[in-house]
């Protein structure tokens, strides 16, 4: 991957929330004009066959240092 590659793991971005249900999270990453920008879906499964979706954000570098 070469030097500066950070690796994204799930202690970065998946925490139970206050109420203590688990939001899941899909990330995954698009190259535009050479760069490349990273996503994720938060979504929450509710029972079999059944997910609640919460939203497609941008993934921001300033959430991993902080």
């Not at 139970?16 to 899941?24: G, I, P």
């Not at 994720?40 to 609640?52: A, F, T, V």
């Amino acid at each position: 991957m070469g030097s500066g590659t950070l690796y994204i793991t799930p202690h970065m971005y998946a925490r139970k929330s206050a109420d203590e249900t688990r939001k899941n999270l899909t990330t995954f990453g698009i190259r535009i004009n050479g760069t490349w920008n990273f996503f994720y879906q938060k979504y929450e499964i509710l029972g079999p066959g059944q997910i609640k979706h919460l939203g497609l954000f941008p993934f921001k570098t300033t959430m991993l240092t902080g």
